[in-house]
């Protein structure tokens, strides 16, 4: 049972239509259909070279798509201006590589972007800041820099970060590969919380765990397409298709 509320509404938050997208000759993103309602978390999973990073950037248009439409809120990705930048500000990324400013402290690292992009009073941005940081549980850590920090503490100041610019939905681009595997579930308990109080997630990643646990749906991508989708429970039980079964045969023994 998920106690979760979750609005349906009629406008999906995330909408892809017959999205195609090469690399050269590489087809990378071949005809993708996907929506994502409000308050869905949607995992994806896939071999390595399926398209799944390309995809998170597609969606926020870090890289560009030759045909088809993909929609935030109802709106068309502009392609370049103010409209771009407020919608990266929509779209919040998490990175395998937690991509943290060095050379500025936790708390800046997550009042940055709130004070340069979204204009807010530099207090205001420190006491939401410093919420965040309780929230990804790190808050004594605010004046440390990231170097002074464990990977899976890093990738939490990332997570606090992105919620600082208050998105629509968040993208997680396989946030805990590159974590000690000890600090993976620290990570994961975070963005199980955050999905437990309603943020419309959509996360690549290969952790079944979270995947059960958090997930209304789980995409399966092989080759640039969506081969399958279905609920947890049933991907990962009864996977439909041979190349699915093929992927779960490899991960579930490895
Ligand atoms: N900038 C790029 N230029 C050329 N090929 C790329 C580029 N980025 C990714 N690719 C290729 O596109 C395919 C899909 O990559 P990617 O989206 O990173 O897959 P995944 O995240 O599922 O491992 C891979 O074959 C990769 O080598
Ligand atoms: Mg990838």
New binding site residues.
């Given amino acids: 049972m998920r106690a979760r509320f979750r609005a349906m509404t009629a406008t999906p938050l995330l909408v892809l239509e017959n999205v195609d997208k090469h ?2 000759d ?1 087809h ?1 993103l071949h005809d993708i259909n996907l929506s994502v309602q409000r308050g869905e978390v949607v995992v994806v999973i ?10 998170c950037r597609a969606i926020n248009r870090l890289e560009t798509i030759d045909s088809g439409t993909i929609r935030i809120d109802g709106e068309p990705l502009p392609a370049e201006g103010r409209g771009l930048a407020r919608l990266r500000s929509d779209i919040g990324m998490v990175f395998q590589a937690f991509n943290l400013f060095s050379h500025r402290t936790v708390l800046d690292n997550v009042t940055l972007g709130p004070t340069k992009v979204l204009r807010r009073p530099k207090a205001e941005a420190r006491a939401r800041g410093m919420e965040l940081l309780e929230r990804v549980r790190i808050a004594e850590q605010a004046n440390k820099y990231p170097a002074q920090l464990s990977g899976g503490q890093q990738q939490r100041v990332a997570i606090a970060r992105a919620l600082a610019m208050n998105p629509k939905v968040i993208m997680f ?1 396989e946030p805990t590969s590159a974590l000690d595997p000890e600090m993976v579930q620290e990570v994961l308990d975070v963005m199980t919380d955050l999905a437990q109080e309603g943020m419309t997630m959509v996360v ?1 990643t290969h952790e079944m765990g979270f995947a059960r646990r958090a997930a209304n749906r789980v995409v399966f ?1 092989a080759d ?1 397409q969506i081969v399958e989708e279905n609920s947890p429970e049933v991907f990962f039980t009864t996977p439909e298709s041979d190349r699915a079964r093929d992927f779960l045969s490899k991960i579930l023994t490895h």
């Fill in positions: 690399f050269g590489l990378v896939g071999p390595s070279g399926s398209g799944k990073s390309t995809l681009d690549v991508m640039g």
